[in-house]
């Protein structure tokens, strides 16, 4: 998985609780993607960021905030977290100039 | 909003036979075409990608076929196998300093021994 790793893979927790999804790299890319995959819609943007201390948000970025103090991670946070947040998420990661998008191995995520 | 379309849903082949994947787009910025593949329990993974100055790419037994005019593109899987059982995604992005990525919603991909 190109050097990404995500934690935990998997968690459990109760409606109206904050977690913390990590995505760590160790290819030096400039580029990093939280994404969200859900049956019937494929796999959607949450937030990226661009560099140290830049992000921005993508198409579902309600409910969710990121933050990236080191080139090597990237933060998710469902500051109280809903069920209708159970989901796959993915990282990725990317140089920017080869377009291509490398994935981890995902975290699957449960809220009761 | 749907960006990429993409079809069937689901597809099931025999071995041997040839698997045909369609994606439609809207944003005519676009510029860039993916196709992931991904198994279970794992992430996706870039198979092939096509830019929009060529009609055709091939890699092995995987063919992009892209039209531009019709805003269309084409995943095919010659001589297929059952070890190609997967879902398939296709991707779009555009111009932008983050090269985000639009995803097809999937095909679920079973091919037959």
């Known amino acids: 998985d190109a050097g990404i790793t995500q934690s935990p893979r998997h968690k459990v927790t109760e409606t109206g609780t904050p977690v913390t999804l990590r995505c760590h790299q160790t290819?030096?890319?400039?580029?990093m993607y939280w994404y969200r995959q859900d049956p019937g819609h494929g796999l959607r943007l949450i937030h990226y960021?661009?560099?140290?201390?830049?992000?921005d948000k993508g198409e579902v970025s309600d409910g969710y905030s990121v933050s990236r103090s080191k080139t090597e991670d990237f933060l998710l946070t469902l500051e109280s977290a809903t069920s209708s947040q159970t989901s796959v998420y993915f990282c990725?990661?990317?140089?920017?100039?080869?377009?291509?998008?490398?994935f981890g191995p995902g975290t699957r995520l449960l809220v009761l | 909003q749907q960006q990429v379309k993409q079809s069937p849903q689901s597809l099931i082949v025999q071995k041997g036979g040839i698997s045909i994947i369609n994606c439609a787009y809207e944003?005519?910025?676009?510029?860039?075409f993916p196709w992931y593949q991904q198994f279970p329990g794992k992430g996706p993974a870039l198979l092939i990608a096509?830019?929009?100055?060529?009609s055709e790419k091939k890699e092995g037994r995987f063919t992009i076929s892209f039209n531009k005019s019709a805003k269309q593109f084409s995943l095919h899987i010659m001589d297929s196998q059952p070890g190609d059982s997967a879902t398939y995604f296709c991707?779009?992005?555009?111009?932008?300093?983050?090269?985000?990525?639009?995803f097809g919603s999937g095909t679920q991909l079973t091919v037959l021994p």
């Open positions: 990725a990661i990317s140089d920017g100039a080869a377009e291509t998008q490398y």
């Open positions: 290819e030096n890319h400039r580029y």
């Open positions: 960021s661009y560099g140290v201390k830049d992000t």
């Open positions: 944003n005519t910025a676009f510029d860039y």
């Open positions: 096509i830019r929009p100055d060529v």
């Open positions: 991707a779009a992005s555009g111009t932008g300093s983050a090269r985000q990525l639009t």
